[in-house]
């Protein structure tokens, strides 16, 4: 089945720490995504991917970096200099980027929980 | 640049009716519709696309009005398992290729 893996599901790191976040798909999509969701809130975009060894900030990306060396990886760092790092990081991927007037749908994986103490 | 979504919260019991309403201050290309199970990953309900086209599940229905920048989600004979957390995501004519989610509308379906 096709699908998107996100690991691990709950992450815990000590403050000054930076951590990677993998995200990976089998689903063939050309385009890559990182949210952020904090409780009662929507979701963020971090940054995203269009094609391969190419990525776009989006509206929260200071304090994270990413890379897209694969068209199925596109692992997070959240580093020292993200203030408040603690929330759910989702991956998502499409079949084209949203902007071709954003006719595709998002598959999201199953998120990881990251709290930083 | 965010969507305004309203109600932010509905509580009903099954069989009732409901709508979901999002609203942008943008002209829009397109709207999304997701829905977030407590915990889970977003899953995908519908898109509206500029021009008339949507593409979706059969058992959902939403309208997108280009003139005022809103779309509608309909939720009806609501089941427990409609309950969870819907968000519209927008992509706008200015923000560019850029998909911007609302703040979501919780709804809880009661038996």
């Known amino acids: 089945d096709g699908g998107i893996t996100q690991s691990p599901k709950y992450l815990f790191r000590k403050e000054g720490q930076n951590v990677t976040l993998s995200c990976e798909q089998n689903l063939n999509h050309d385009a890559m995504y990182w949210y952020r969701q904090d409780p009662g809130q929507g979701l963020r975009l971090i940054y995203y991917?269009?094609?391969?060894?190419?990525?776009q900030k989006g509206d929260i990306a200071e304090g994270y970096s990413v890379s897209r060396e694969k068209k199925e990886s596109f692992p997070l760092t959240v580093t020292s200099a993200q203030k408040n790092p603690t929330a759910f990081y989702l991956c998502?991927?499409?079949?084209?980027?949203?902007?071709?007037?954003?006719?595709?749908?998002?598959?999201f994986g199953p998120g990881t929980r990251l709290t930083v103490t | 640049q965010q969507p305004v979504q309203s109600p932010q919260a509905v509580i009903l019991r099954e069989g009732e009716d409901a709508v979901i309403n999002c609203s942008s201050s943008k002209a829009l290309y397109s709207v999304h519709w997701y829905r977030q199970k407590h915990g889970e990953a977003p899953v995908f309900l519908m898109i509206l696309l500029k021009g008339g086209e949507q593409k979706g599940h059969d058992k959902i229905s939403a309208s997108f009005n280009e003139k005022k920048q809103q779309s509608s989600l309909y939720l009806t004979a609501s089941q427990l398992s409609y309950s969870g957390t819907y968000f519209c995501g927008t992509v706008n004519m200015e923000y560019g290729n850029k998909l911007v989610f609302g703040a979501g509308t919780i709804l809880r379906v009661k038996s």
């Open positions: 998502a991927s499409s079949k084209g980027s949203s902007g071709a007037g954003g006719a595709y749908e998002q598959y």
């Open positions: 991917s269009q094609i391969v060894n190419d990525f």
